[in-house]
């Protein structure tokens, strides 16, 4: 199996800020990977796929980056609504796996 | 406008069984790859099963595997999952999720159904 991980497992940082996680797979998954955000009580809401394309309807302040086992989720300007955990999640091979999840707070 | 209903959740006690649907609107059912995908209070995301459009093809997490059975009805444009000899490790919300085939990402979720496995 292709063990995904995360970090940081959190970060504070205030609105404005530029945010950066990263996700790391444990073999190479080309750019078969997607982000995702999930806020407290809802469904998770895939932002990028692909490694590094934004889903239709997702705010360009959300990029990704990388390939193979290296990969970076960036939010350019931290907006309030951005608060939540945020996971990596690989579609190469399965079993699928998630990173263990990234939550951003309020600094 | 693509929606996924997820029922069937509820309170089991340990050993028993449970069959989760989850009914999809807004897209043609038939053309898609489905999965499951569970949630432990607290914790994080993890993927439970996959089926294929046509539900020839299908894997299990091993957590899940010859516990769990995945299967749709694509005339019903409904996805099932049936879980047997549940356990206290597999409380969770449970959601259906749409697999685009664009590198393979859940591009719609639904609401989850909480399933709970007590005594």
């Known amino acids: 199996d292709i063990q995904m991980t995360q970090s940081p497992s959190s970060v504070s940082a205030s609105v404005g800020d530029r945010v950066t996680i990263t996700c790391r797979a444990s073999q190479g998954i080309s750019s078969w990977l997607a982000w995702y955000q999930q806020k407290p009580g809802k469904a998770p809401k895939v932002l990028i796929y692909?490694?590094?394309s934004l889903q239709s309807g997702v705010p360009s302040r959300f990029s990704g980056s990388g390939s193979g086992t290296d990969f970076t989720l960036t939010i350019s300007s931290l907006q309030p609504e951005d608060f939540a955990t945020y996971y990596c999640?690989?579609?190469?091979?399965?079993?699928?796996?998630f990173g263990q999840g990234t939550k951003v707070e309020i600094k | 406008e693509v929606q996924l209903v997820e029922s069937g959740g509820g309170l089991v006690q340990p050993g028993g069984s449970l069959r989760l649907s989850c009914a999809a609107s807004?897209?043609?059912?038939?053309?898609?790859?489905m999965n499951w995908v569970r949630q432990a209070p607290g914790k994080g995301l993890e993927w439970v099963s996959y089926i294929s459009s046509g539900g020839g093809s299908i894997y299990y997490a091993d957590s899940v595997k010859g516990r769990f059975t995945i299967s749709r009805d694509n005339a019903k444009s409904s996805l099932y999952l049936q879980m047997n000899s549940l356990r206290a490790e597999d409380t969770a919300v449970y959601y259906c999720?749409?697999?685009?085939?664009?590198?393979?990402?859940?591009?719609?979720w639904g609401q989850g159904t909480l399933v709970t496995v007590s005594s």
């Open positions: 999640q690989q579609a190469n091979s399965f079993p699928r796996t």
């Open positions: 807004g897209f043609t059912f038939s053309s898609y790859e």
């Open positions: 692909g490694a590094s």
């Open positions: 999720a749409r697999e685009l085939g664009y590198y393979d990402h859940f591009d719609y």
